[in-house]
């Protein structure tokens, strides 16, 4: 079942960025394997898929421990208390949920300590929506003192639509922001995280570069 439904995403993915006249393989697939089993992880590994998204520190650690191939991937992408930091540094290949500038430091500073540099997206609340964690969409004001600190490397944005409203609007404003932001500070931000099962073709064709798709390839929780 996993394979045949990452060969259908897939494809969907593939016609996505098609006809938006992208390039093929310019969108990275994660599969958000949250609460998931290492037996599915291990399937849809084996089915070809590089990318997993976890969302509890706790869940991340255990799995990476278990079950972590050289080509295997793992995404950091939800709320990251500053006190659990240390767990996921050096660990996440991609954290897709630094949400504010007292987290950004404390991974800078980790990363520091273990002489690496940490890649980090930076997560935007559009919505303003008290339930969820990000950067409002005045982060220009942060940007400056975000993109001096060397032990990350920020690599774009991410973005968790309101689930009452059309996502595509959220969508065309992150691609906005970045733009901007790349304007301003004169930086390239190549990543944008955007687009989950019921959205993620609008968000290709609105610039995603990474999709996090659980519930159509893992079935429901």
């Known amino acids: 079942m996993i394979s045949d439904n990452l060969n259908d995403i897939q494809r969907r993915i593939d016609s996505a960025l098609k006809e938006s006249g992208r390039k ?3 969108c990275t697939l994660i599969g958000v394997s949250k609460t998931k089993p290492l037996s599915q992880i291990r399937e849809a590994f084996d089915s070809g898929l590089r990318d997993f998204g976890e969302n509890y520190v706790e869940e991340f650690v255990s799995k990476y421990r278990e079950y972590s191939p050289s080509e295997l991937n793992y995404h950091f992408m939800g709320r990251l208390p500053t006190k659990k930091v240390r767990k996921i540094v050096g660990n996440s290949s991609l954290i897709h949920s630094v949400s504010s500038l007292k987290l950004a430091k404390k991974v800078d500073f980790v990363a520091g300590e273990e002489d690496m540099v940490q890649k980090i997206l930076i997560q935007v609340n559009q919505g303003n929506e008290s339930s969820k964690s990000g950067f409002s ?20 944005l991410m973005t968790l639509p309101p689930f009452s409203e059309p996502a595509r609007p959220f969508f065309v404003s992150l691609r906005k922001l970045r733009d901007k932001l790349e304007s301003q500070f004169n930086i390239k931000l190549p990543y944008l995280s955007m687009g989950m099962s019921g959205d993620f073709e609008e968000a290709i064709e609105e610039g995603s570069t990474h999709v996090r798709v659980g519930t159509s390839i893992f079935g429901k929780r």
Not at 142 to 154: C, P, T, W
Request: hydrophobic letters at 40%.
């Open 24 to 26: 093929p393989d310019s």
């Open 137 to 156: 969409i005045n982060l220009g004001d942060y940007f400056e003192e975000l993109i001096s600190l060397s032990n990350i490397n920020i690599l774009g």
